[in-house]
């Protein structure tokens, strides 16, 4: 058992690294806010924090599957803020009919992954100035419906896909067959934790193992030797594009659950494009492809909200706050480029 944790955690040290971080900085944010707020480790603190992180956790995802082929996907912040837009218009009416809206949004957001990943491999275009063109598009539809925020979500869903379990049962299911005292530690959790790590895992577990998935790091690991080995290439870059494009249709969708509304915000489509790269470095996958996996980008992307988190604890100047954001992903960035630069064969990554 020793010897295949050892083993484990000299081949995921990013991965490993990154996870220890998020856990002593958010333990550390929760004992500062006890300190000051006297309300550490509190369902509500932790429901208000898993709000915030959902959004950027499936971006960082969508960012990680691109970036593991040897692509990057400047698309995914646009993708968002259009998916976004797209289910304020569709998640209202009856139970199907919101059932509908997201099936829709997600399908959105797939595709248009998808089509990014038929440019870059019939069109032999380099994913970074496709990804680019295609991100403008998307804004621009984007813009079409809504020119200026707003939109409508069905009260129910807003409600409990940002609560707790207990009010999720409590407003589809009869509450008072519900023990609350008994399951106490269930009914507390976060339903936007439920639905990150749920969708995480069972999908990009299941693709990771898949023949497609081994042959998206076998392409980043060395994509001349994956063609020699007879692996499906194109099919492996279309289908890293189109999950980045459902991972990023997910933080659309969330997005406009958690506020009720769309907003096609260029701004902001840009500013989680830029942190989704910084996720994924911190989360110890390699720019180079190859290395790492879209659990880590996760970790990567938390560890990012739960820094801004301390703003609120220290006080620290709103001006500031863009200046401490960018010498952090600055570093990261650096951090994770250092042992790319320093390699001469990508194999040595593995080493």
Sequence with gaps: MAGNFSRWLSQNRGFATALF????????????YEIRFA???SSAVLIQNSNEMVAIGFVAMAQAVVVLSGGLDLSVGAIMTLTSCVA???LTGSPLQILFGIVVTLATGTLFGLMNGLIVVYGRIQPIIATLATGAIALGIALLIRPKPGGTVDFDVTWSLTNSVWDFVDTYFN???FDASTWWFI??????FILLFGIALGVWIPFKRSITGRTIYAIGSAEGAAFMSGLPINRAKIAAFTMGGFFAACA???LTIQTGSGNADIPQAGSYTLLSIAAVVIGGTSLMGGVG???GALVGALILRVISFYFRILSIDPLL???IEGIVLLAAVSFGAVRALRVKNKLDLFR
């Design 21 to 32: 971080l998020f856990l002593a900085l958010y333990v550390g944010y929760h004992i500062a």
């Design 39 to 41: 309300k550490g480790f």
């Design 88 to 90: 304020s218009s569709l």
């Design 175 to 177: 509450a008072d067959n």
């Design 187 to 192: 009914a507390s959790i976060p339903v936007p």
């Design 252 to 254: 659309g969708l969330f």
């Design 293 to 295: 996996g879209a659990i």
């Design 321 to 323: 706050q863009p200046l």
